[in-house]
């Protein structure tokens, strides 16, 4: 026993040991938060309770179960709620019925021993809408290009009305975004050369009839656009479809306003995987709606993504300039060794300090300076003064910064001595040497720094809370106006989305599984991220495996 202890194996098999822990318990949180995430997705199916209320009389409600608990009987007769039942504990019912307008709450408990009677009828649709959350209710008439239908032939005619009004509605949005966008942009343009002209005292009255012209050009356009928008608008609100509530009441729901239908008590197995697919589609590509409790997430993956590859451009080269330097051609002395330890030293400061750094120094020095020098006409409004993306991507630079220097010095210890002495006896220079033969043997280590780096930026909230990332972003760092990538603007993060749905909804019950959703997706960016650096990097390790030799 003695020398089994002595020869390390009980050492190698408690690592082992630890390590495939450690795998199961991060391979068991991704598998609960992705089913927490994904489940919300499928179709649930849609209950008509008949509930016993009080003095007798009986309510009516629909809607989709959304939990379930235990509830001590004695808690619930404390609160004032009289029962019939000799049960210690009591199960009820979280149900959300939508219908926002109608009723004080989408979402209610409901007692079992409430309960009369619990069907689900096949002809009760879910109504998907932009505003105020879901309508449950059965679809009793339709109005579509000036046809009125009803009974069985709803159901056919009602995907039609949706998919018109869908097309009129994007048709709309992409003229109201990209041509009046522009229009407006470039009005925004001409006033701020105008503010600039009077500042250098050069304000003409050439110029001023100038600017007059181009303004009209652009205020004629505009009306255009305009009464373009407005028949758009008019069209699609022509369809609409009726609806008979929980309540038994008519309510008119315009065809503009309704994004998609189901009717999920009547699909199989097939039509609810196919419907779980076409939500999961939705939900990576649409915009957020309701205060981000519904809708999509796509202007965080596209804020995240373009934040992250923005770092990344920015901490390679100077991590591997800065790792060369302290190796190839600093001196071994104290200096150096302090740098070293400064370097690491940086890699354990809290992210929220380099939050509150980046935004002392780069929002307001830095882009206080930027507004100051270059954009004079825009103040006391600030272009670069404010946080942005562009400042988020530095401080995150900073951030990972130590990673990458210590993972590309350690690529270059591993080099050995013999190549570099000789390409210098072959009478290459100390710098073609680098460039040629050090830098190209040491790029997995770097890809490696880049990995890691990139893993951190990707999770990274508090810095950016700061420095750049907002609740809700009316336009992508990148557009059709010049210069296209827009660096001063403000910016969704998959990251911080979490946070504001998990913690600032105003909808808890509505947001929760949002939480979920985004959380696996955020995780599935970082791999998606990593995968693709972790191949390049092995795409270099194999070019270059020959040099080694």
């Known amino acids: 026993m003695g020398k089994w202890i002595k020869s ?82 009591v199960t009820r019912y979280l149900i959300k019925t939508g219908n926002r307008e109608y009723v004080p709450l989408d979402f209610r408990w409901v007692l079992e021993p409430m309960i009369q009677s619990d069907t689900q009828p096949v002809d009760v649709a879910v109504f998907e809408r932009n505003k105020n959350g879901n309508f449950y209710g059965f679809p009793v008439e339709l109005s579509f290009n000036g046809q009125i239908y009803t009974g069985a032939d709803i159901h056919d005619q009602l995907l039609l009305a949706i998919d018109k009004a869908a097309e009129i509605n994007d048709e709309a949005e992409e003229l109201q975004k990209v041509d009046i966008g522009r229009i407006n942009y470039e009005l925004e343009r001409l006033r701020l050369d105008q503010r600039k002209l009077e500042l250098k005292n050069a304000l003409t009255e050439e110029a001023l009839a100038d600017l007059a012209k181009r303004r009209q050009q652009l205020d004629d356009e505009y009306q255009g656009l305009e009464k373009e928008l407005f028949a758009l608008r008019d069209k699609a609100a022509e369809d609409y479809v009726v609806v008979r509530d929980m309540r038994g009441e008519r309510v008119t729901l315009p065809m503009d306003g309704v994004l998609d239908v189901a009717f999920p008590n009547e699909l199989g197995f097939g039509g609810k995987v196919a419907h779980w697919m076409h939500a999961v589609a939705k939900f990576v590509s649409d915009d957020p709606r309701e205060a981000n409790t519904e809708g999509g997430v796509f202007p965080a993956i596209f ?34 060794k302090l740098i070293r330890i400064a370097v690491i030293n940086l890699a354990g400061v809290p992210s929220i300090v380099y939050g509150v750094f980046g935004l002392g120094f780069f929002v307001y020095m830095v882009g206080g300076s930027l507004d100051d020098l270059f954009y004079p006409e825009a103040l006391p409004n600030p272009t670069f003064g404010t946080p942005g993306v562009i400042w988020s991507a530095l401080t995150l630079a900073i951030l990972t910064l130590p990673v990458v220097i210590v993972s590309t010095e350690e690529g270059l210890s591993r080099i050995p001595s013999a190549v570099r002495h000789g390409s210098l006896a072959l009478g290459a220079t100390k710098a073609e040497t680098l460039w040629r033969i050090v830098i190209p043997m040491a790029s997995p280590a770097i890809m490696t720094g880049l990995i890691l780096a990139v893993a951190r930026a990707a999770g990274e909230v508090a810095p950016l809370m700061l420095v750049g990332v907002v609740k809700l972003a009316s336009t992508l760092p990148v557009d059709g106006n010049w210069p296209y990538i827009h660096l001063d603007r403000k910016f969704m993060h998959l990251g911080f989305h979490i946070y504001d749905v998990g913690f600032q909804s105003p909808n808890v019950e509505a947001a929760r599984p949002l939480v979920y959703a985004t959380s696996f997706l955020l995780v599935s960016v970082i791999v998606a991220l990593n995968l693709t650096a972790i191949g390049v990097r092995n795409h270099l390790r194999e070019k270059f495996r020959s040099l080694e030799h």
């Open 8 to 89: 390390g194996s009980p050492w190698i098999w408690m690592t082992a040991g630890s390590v495939s822990l450690s795998l199961i318990a991060v391979l068991g949180l991704l598998l609960m938060i992705a089913w927490r995430g994904l489940v919300y997705f499928w179709p649930s199916p849609v209950h008509q309770l008949e509930l016993e209320v009080a003095n007798g009389q009986i309510e009516t409600v629909i809607g989709e179960i959304y939990d379930r608990e235990q509830v001590p009987l004695e808690r619930i007769l404390q609160a004032g709620v009289e029962l019939k039942t000799d049960e210690e504990f």
């Open 303 to 336: 804020g995240t993504v373009f934040m992250v590859l923005l770092m990344a451009v920015i901490v390679t080269p100077f991590g591997v300039i800065a790792a060369v330097y302290l190796h190839e051609y600093a001196a071994k002395n104290a200096l150096t």
